[in-house]
């Protein structure tokens, strides 16, 4: 494969685990375009607010990456990295579905 991104994300079952991805990465690819390859291509059990305003405002898809809050929508994702992607509040619904 050529270059990818590596996602380590937290999964509500088991509890408090963490599963790893890689993706294969282009210019430009956000957070939240990584996590629907997976969702289409890799594990369709993962859970994650699968919506975006197109304007990166409404928050929906807001997370942790290495700690720090982001919008999935807007985070860019460079090749060759690995990010560890948590839910943004621990109101977890599943894995990083959140209640606000």
């Known amino acids: 494969m050529g270059d990818v991104v590596k996602l380590r994300i937290k999964r509500s079952k088991p509890i408090d685990s963490y599963q790893e991805y890689e993706v294969p990465?282009?210019?430009?690819?956000?957070?939240?375009?990584?996590?629907?390859?997976?969702?289409?291509?890799?594990?369709?059990?993962?859970?994650f607010r699968n919506n975006h305003c197109g304007r990166g405002v409404c928050t929906t898809c807001l997370m942790k990456a290495d700690g720090k809050n982001v919008r999935a929508c807007c985070m860019r994702?460079?090749?060759g990295m690995q990010y560890q992607i948590d839910p943004a509040n621990d109101n977890v619904i599943r894995d990083l579905v959140v209640a606000f």
């Open 25 to 47: 990465s282009f210019d430009g690819m956000t957070l939240l375009v990584a996590l629907r390859y997976i969702h289409e291509n890799l594990d369709p059990t993962l859970a």
């Open 77 to 79: 994702l460079d090749a």
